[in-house]
């Protein structure tokens, strides 16, 4: 394959200008201004040409934070179906969280998982769980977990209330040199969950979920990270002082990590009122002035990752009361416009910058050898038009649960390559 036209945009190595790629058996062989089957005699009449005019090529991305609702819940989404979504928006590599049914937190659920996922064109990472089934009482064996091919651990979607528990995984994954991603929502503080308390909680006459739901433990965490020397992911970050705790405590030392989604540092709470259960998610969205602090956070290196928390729901269960539906939107094929539109349009972030954050940050935390562009690396990218209008209206996904349906955005991924072979294509 060679890949022409395109302008390179390598966040691991800041190469940003015009390039051609060539490909061979799965890895970039070659990079230069020029390459053609005439003029190269590393390659032949029989290689796939890509033609990027007016295009961006950027690594495969990579998302931490997906859920594809496999095993136990595959009406809503299943690992093929979920592959299918990211590969639609240039993701080549996922990480899936572990509270399916049921939960990973054993070894022959996690090889399942991973046995089935390689059998998708994308590639598939699995974390398991810090508890045994969710509970936050009993440790999995993260040793075991961690040799069966885990990449890290969480009890995503339930928070660690104690906090000695909580410290001595910390403790055990540090040990192992694995991330531990934490959901940082204290249920003490929050009567209906999904919806910001504040004006329209109030104007829909229920009360939501505080922001102090999730400071108080972000603060806590962020303590016990300095104190166990763990790589520690806040994942979802949702709240203004929660950023400001996450760059107190880097300051200190800590190896913290921050996931902001796309839908909180696009959307506010005012979605609901427009969108309904379509705007519900956990953490909720919260005001502009926390959107504003998110992007902040994004700007200066506090937020270093960009995921999706891609959570399917059907539409029977998204259309009960907004206090009885479930929470999550999916977000695998719009999130790099929404990074696009919402980033680098209104002049936040570069687009190596946004890209960073999509690819090589969430590689090293992981220890994946993909995120980069570069000569003997995989031949992952992610082929798209940075100016290209498009409106979301047919998803790949199994589930259609955005409220980004409709609105008009900005940057359309043209083709996802994964290991040299094309698994996507817009033409």
Same mark, same amino acid.
């Given at each position: 394959?060679?890949?022409?036209?395109?302008?390179?945009? *390598? /966040?691991? #190595?800041?190469?940003?200008?015009?390039? &051609?790629?060539?490909?061979?058996?799965? %890895?970039?062989?070659?990079?230069?201004?020029?390459?053609?089957?005439?003029?190269?005699?590393?390659?032949?009449?029989?290689?796939?040409?890509?033609?990027?005019?007016?295009?961006?090529?950027?690594?495969?991305?990579?998302?931490?934070?997906?859920?594809?609702?496999?095993?136990?819940?595959?009406?809503?989404? &299943?690992?093929?179906?979920?592959?299918?979504?990211?590969?639609? !928006?240039?993701?080549?590599?996922?990480?899936?969280?572990?509270?399916?049914?049921?939960?990973?937190?054993?070894?022959? +659920?996690?090889? *399942?998982?991973?046995?089935?996922?390689?059998?998708?064109?994308?590639?598939?990472?699995?974390?398991?769980?810090?508890?045994?089934?969710? @509970?936050?009482?009993?440790?999995?064996?993260?040793?075991?977990?961690?040799? $069966?091919?885990?990449?890290?651990?969480?009890?995503?979607?339930?928070?660690?209330?104690? $906090?000695?528990?909580?410290?001595?995984?910390?403790?055990?994954?540090?040990?192992?040199?694995?991330?531990?991603?934490?959901?940082?929502?204290?249920?003490?503080?929050?009567?209906?969950?999904?919806?910001?308390? !504040?004006?329209? #909680?109030?104007?829909?006459?229920?009360?939501?979920?505080?922001?102090?739901?999730?400071?108080?433990?972000?603060?806590?965490?962020?303590?016990?990270?300095?104190? #166990?020397?763990?790589?520690?992911?806040?994942?979802?970050?949702?709240?203004?002082?929660?950023? &400001?705790?996450?760059?107190?405590?880097?300051?200190?030392?800590?190896?913290?990590?921050?996931?902001?989604?796309?839908?909180?540092? =696009?959307? =506010?709470?005012?979605?609901?009122?427009?969108?309904? +259960?379509?705007?519900?998610?956990?953490?909720?969205?919260?005001?502009?002035?926390?959107?504003?602090?998110?992007?902040?956070?994004?700007?200066?290196?506090?937020? *270093?990752?960009?995921?999706?928390?891609?959570?399917?729901?059907?539409?029977?269960? @998204?259309? %009960?009361?907004?206090?009885?539906? /479930?929470?999550?939107?999916?977000?695998?094929?719009?999130?790099?416009?929404? !990074?696009?539109?919402?980033?680098?349009?209104?002049?936040?972030?570069?687009?190596?910058?946004?890209?960073?954050?999509?690819?090589?940050?969430?590689?090293?935390?992981?220890?994946? /050898?993909?995120?980069?562009?570069?000569?003997?690396?995989?031949?992952?990218?992610?082929?798209?038009? /940075?100016?290209?209008?498009?409106?979301?209206?047919?998803?790949?996904?199994?589930?259609?649960? +955005?409220?980004?349906?409709?609105?008009?955005?900005?940057? %359309?991924? %043209?083709?996802?390559?994964?290991?040299?072979?094309?698994?996507?294509? &817009?033409?």
């Amino acid at each position: 394959m060679i890949i022409k036209n395109g302008i390179i945009a *390598d /966040p691991a #190595s800041g190469l940003y200008e015009h390039m &051609d790629i060539l490909v061979k058996d799965g %890895k970039i062989v070659k990079i230069s201004p020029d390459i053609s089957c005439a003029s190269d005699a590393a390659a032949t009449e029989k290689e796939e040409i890509i033609d990027a005019s007016g295009m961006i090529v950027g690594p495969g991305l990579i998302d931490t934070h997906v859920h594809f609702r496999d095993p136990g819940f595959t009406y809503k989404e &299943d690992i093929h179906t979920g592959s299918l979504a990211a590969a639609k !928006g240039g993701f080549t590599t996922v990480v899936c969280m572990a509270n399916t049914k049921p939960t990973v937190d054993n070894v022959d +659920t996690l090889k *399942d998982n991973l046995t089935r996922g390689k059998q998708e064109k994308i590639r598939m990472y699995q974390a398991a769980a810090i508890s045994h089934s969710l @509970k936050g009482q009993d440790e999995v064996d993260m040793a075991a977990l961690k040799e $069966a091919g885990a990449c890290g651990f969480t009890d995503d979607g339930i928070p660690l209330t104690n $906090a000695a528990f909580c410290y001595r995984a910390m403790q055990n994954a540090a040990k192992l040199d694995m991330p531990i991603s934490l959901h940082e929502e204290d249920p003490a503080f929050i009567k209906n969950n999904g919806i910001n308390h !504040g004006k329209i #909680s109030d104007a829909l006459g229920i009360y939501g979920s505080p922001s102090i739901a999730e400071e108080a433990l972000v603060a806590r965490d962020c303590l016990l990270a300095l104190r #166990s020397g763990a790589d520690v992911v806040i994942q979802h970050i949702s709240s203004g002082v929660s950023v &400001d705790i996450v760059r107190t405590y880097k300051k200190l030392g800590a190896r913290l990590h921050a996931e902001a989604t796309p839908h909180h540092f =696009t959307l =506010t709470e005012d979605a609901v009122l427009e969108h309904g +259960t379509l705007a519900k998610m956990n953490p909720p969205l919260r005001t502009e002035a926390d959107r504003q602090k998110i992007i902040e956070g994004l700007i200066d290196g506090t937020i *270093d990752l960009i995921a999706t928390d891609h959570a399917p729901h059907s539409t029977e269960e @998204k259309s %009960k009361p907004v206090t009885e539906a /479930p929470s999550g939107i999916i977000g695998l094929e719009t999130s790099l416009a929404l !990074g696009i539109t919402s980033l680098v349009k209104p002049g936040h972030l570069s687009m190596l910058e946004l890209l960073e954050k999509m690819t090589i940050n969430p590689a090293r935390l992981y220890h994946m /050898p993909y995120g980069t562009i570069s000569e003997g690396a995989a031949a992952d990218f992610v082929i798209f038009d /940075p100016d290209e209008k498009w409106v979301p209206c047919e998803y790949a996904s199994k589930s259609s649960n +955005t409220p980004f349906t409709g609105m008009e955005l900005t940057g %359309k991924v %043209k083709y996802t390559v994964c290991g040299g072979n094309v698994i996507y294509s &817009d033409k």
